[in-house]
């Protein structure tokens, strides 16, 4: 139980859709991650907030946005669906200290599947 | 361009023998490295981690070691269980000016462990 959730669990949707999945931190926790893994694959990286910023991107395009609220919980927000968006997104929370090393700790995922 | 190498897909171990896992990376920036453990319909679990000033880090059952020269690290896991079964990813970062850097995941290994 690493203290962080995900809603929905399960999500279907229809190509073109807007879709928002959401992410609750671990307790104390100051930075949040997301995380797409398609089947047969690692996660891979779509962005991280800190402090309610955008503090890193991958190789994801805009149509991918998200938000960090003041209680650390967060959103992911993917417009104009496409079919290749089906997969699981993970959200990882981790505190980040100044010269310290961060663990990621992973919600259940929420599973995407788009038709 | 995978940065983070898992070659085996799937391990079959029998129960109280050992379980290697192997992880080779082409970063050499790569500082801190994590195994994480993943259980179907859940999220990945951390279970392990390492810094790159170290060349092995212990806890119970688990054992990682690094070999930087190789860029290579191993997974132990004395003695296997049929709990361990599950999917395990081999994941790497490295610390920059404001924290560690998002992870890059290898693809996984799914280890079976046979009563």
């Known amino acids: 139980e690493t203290g962080v959730t995900q809603s929905p669990t399960h999500l279907i949707k229809t190509r073109g859709q807007q879709v928002t999945l959401r992410c609750s931190s671990q307790s104390g926790h100051n930075t949040v991650s997301w995380y797409q893994q398609a089947l047969g694959q690692g996660p891979q990286f779509i962005f991280q907030?800190?402090?309610?910023?955008?503090?890193g991107r991958g190789n994801f395009p805009p149509r991918f946005s998200g938000l960090q609220f003041p209680n650390y919980s967060s959103e992911l927000n993917v417009n104009a669906l496409e079919l290749d968006d089906s997969a699981l997104y993970l959200c990882?929370?981790?505190?980040?200290?100044?010269?310290?090393?961060?663990?990621?700790?992973f919600g259940p995922g929420t599973r995407l599947l788009v038709l | 361009d995978q940065q983070v190498k898992q070659n085996s897909p799937s391990l079959s171990v029998q129960e109280g023998r050992i379980s290697i896992l192997n992880c080779d990376y082409t970063n050499s920036m790569f500082d801190y490295f994590l195994w994480y453990k993943k259980y179907p319909a859940e999220g990945p679990t951390f279970l392990i981690s390492?810094?790159?000033?170290?060349d092995k880090n212990e806890d119970g059952r688990f054992t990682v070691f690094l070999n930087k020269s190789a860029k290579h690290l191993s997974l132990h896991i004395v003695p296997s269980q049929p709990g361990d079964s599950a999917v395990y990813f081999c994941a790497a970062s490295l610390y920059g000016n404001s924290g560690n850097t998002p992870l890059v995941f290898g693809k996984g290994t799914r280890l079976s462990v046979i009563a």
């Open positions: 390492i810094s790159s000033i170290k």
């Open positions: 990882a929370s981790s505190l980040v200290r100044a010269g310290g090393r961060e663990t990621q700790y």
């Open positions: 907030y800190y402090r309610e910023e955008e503090n």
